[in-house]
């Protein structure tokens, strides 16, 4: 496999954006990507998307996209992995690199989900979920959520406010990032006293949605002209793995035995292990999932991810950094953009640009995408050469 | 580029399955093709379809399908292109073998369209174009085609009736096999009366949709052991183009400039030229797109696609066979699943499998995959070695 690398990145703000269409927003971004790389025309563009087709009536993003931004005549596909679309069409312009059938890629994860009333999108959400032996019993996909950390909190002894780090990180990094939804500073009081979603999960243990895109240019890696002061970002590991897409099928429903697959791949391709990772962006769609995902790359033992919080060691400054432009929990959760997101912010990471929030020295990160309720996930390591 | 073999092929009836699920349809297909390859496992799975989120609430169909498949931990993704799904898929899975990231891959079109009413289903196919600048107008799919057919029509002064012997054609073929969904043999007279969709195109104009499901194993070129009486069938050639979503963008909507894209690539990637084509899957979803294709892929002249049929040229035994398991027209579209039945039919006919309308001493076949009306080409070469 050719080595592949990050040549530029664009993101758009995450928010409500009712005056952007659809393609406005996914071509926001495609061409803040294509800017900073320098590249007027790419050979191949790859969109990770999961809703248009429910939000917006529209499929075929592949080409609604090639066509808004100018590639006619080039290859365009989504890819959907519900969550996880981001990483996932990552992955398919990677194959497309290292493979040799095209010299650049644009990979662009896109969604627009404020247009369609809450019920809508929370029925629309659940199609991540499994919908015959999971939906269709009524549960909603904060549901599933919930029950599975009400079993951890239950087997581990956890009380609900030990979760509250996560959420008070997140928060404070998306402090210094004008692309976050949310800029507001919370405390173990008020994230105890936040409203009820479903028990135990509430308004500060989910992540908010919004609308919102980023992207970015790959390229062989020794066709990157080095740019004074910009290291080179090369794609070290990438790895995709599956659990059962319903909870209650897996062996255990409080291992992401996915995400630990992905990452183990994910780590012997790079030739790293967890100890190596400066900057970890994590899927914290909601507090839960952070501590499993924590655990099931080996940054935790099994039951303690919750324990890094406590002992202040996921901040910028910490020992395993996540989250570090606001997370899924305060950047926002744009469902199939949030893969490419975490992406681009790891670049930020180890380019540097992250005033504010910057981890000190960072040329090893990581970012761990997570389709439906850890059914798909797929981790990606960065290195800044 | 590592060169990639087709090792295993499998399909399902497409047809109204109202007792299967879902699951069972495309697993049944990937069942199939695993038998067929002699495979238990495979390293990775490849999903195409275009409609699950609407008529099925479901997402994540590469996990939902590894899932029921049994490839626990292994990758698993879904590809989206509209009606170009299929081949899009298995353009993935491609990329993905020939990267040497995976040393097996499973490419899975699968589609279940008719658990809906058909108002509903003609609203979810109309995904496929632009919803802001056609379907906004009160447009459905078959209304654009039939403004293309009714412009081909004028500007080239064919009647209606011409175009009768491309469904004459898939009709007759598909009464050979018995995956089609259709099975019976058609007139010119009926052609001409049957009942009217949107002028010009009526119901024998128009394939008619189904469930269904078609898969293929792929693995390195190398890797395949030869099997008394059975070929080495490689993919020589393999492109994807795009052109603008909306037909009334487009620079001349009557030339399909992705297809004449994808080919050219393709051809060129093969070796070949159109007059080596034994054999071509073509994406008669109208009767007017198989004129398109031809005329785009170097096999007529410009508005004399046509011609071809009216001269008996399309037939087993003609010098295009075009459509020779019934095509979309008479073996059925199953929209996210047509591109991979389309390859499986090349492979059938490659491996000499097809009585009754086998093409004699066929060696290269070509099958062409649309998604939109003409938005998204693939183009795909197959050899046997």
Same sequence: chains 1, 2.
Wanted: charged share 20%; hydrophobic share 45%.
């Amino acid at each position: 496999m050719r080595k592949v690398a990050i040549l530029g990145i664009g993101q758009t703000k995450v928010d409500e954006h009712w005056d952007l269409s659809l393609r406005e927003i996914g071509g926001n971004a495609a061409f803040a990507a294509m800017q900073d790389a320098g590249m007027e025309k790419v050979d191949a563009l790859f969109v990770g998307n999961m809703l248009s087709p429910l939000v917006s009536a529209q499929n075929q993003l592949g080409t609604f996209f090639s066509d808004w931004i100018g590639l006619w005549g080039r290859e365009a596909v989504k890819v959907e992995a519900a969550c996880g679309s981001g990483a996932a069409a990552l992955r398919a312009g990677l194959m497309a690199v290292a493979a040799g059938d095209v010299e650049s890629a644009l990979v662009v994860g896109v969604e627009k989900m404020t247009d369609k009333a809450g019920r809508d999108v929370t029925a629309a959400l659940a199609t991540a979920a499994d919908a015959d032996y999971e939906v269709e019993q009524g549960i909603s996909f904060v549901g599933i959520n919930a029950l599975v950390m009400r079993r951890y909190m239950h087997e581990y002894g956890w009380k609900h406010e030990d979760f509250a780090p996560f959420s008070i990180n997140a928060h404070a990094n998306a402090m210094h990032n004008p692309f976050a939804r949310l800029h507001e500073k919370i405390t173990v009081e008020k994230f105890e006293k936040s409203s009820m979603v479903a028990t135990p999960i509430n308004l500060l243990d989910a992540s908010p949605i919004g609308d919102g895109a980023a992207a970015a240019i790959i390229v062989p890696a020794d066709k990157v002209v080095s740019v004074p002061g910009r290291p080179r970002i090369t794609v070290a590991g990438s790895a995709s793995a599956t659990d059962s897409i319903a909870v209650h099928s897996r062996k255990d429903p409080l291992f992401l035995s996915a995400a630990y697959q992905s990452a183990k791949r994910a780590y012997e391709m790079a030739g790293v292990g967890p100890e190596d990772i400066d900057v970890f962006e994590l899927h914290d769609a909601f507090s839960i999932m952070s501590a499993l995902s924590l655990e099931a790359c080996g940054f935790a033992e099994r039951g303690q991810g919750v324990r890094l919080g406590l002992d202040n060691e996921i901040s910028p400054t910490g020992r395993v950094p996540v989250c570090t432009r606001g997370g899924l929990k305060a950047r926002g959760h744009p469902v199939g953009a949030t893969g490419m997101y975490q992406v681009v912010e790891v670049v930020q990471q180890l380019r540097g640009e992250c005033n504010g929030t910057q981890v000190d020295g960072a040329t090893i990160g990581m970012a761990q995408n997570i389709g439906g309720s850890g059914a798909t996930i797929l981790t990606h390591v960065l290195k800044a050469e």
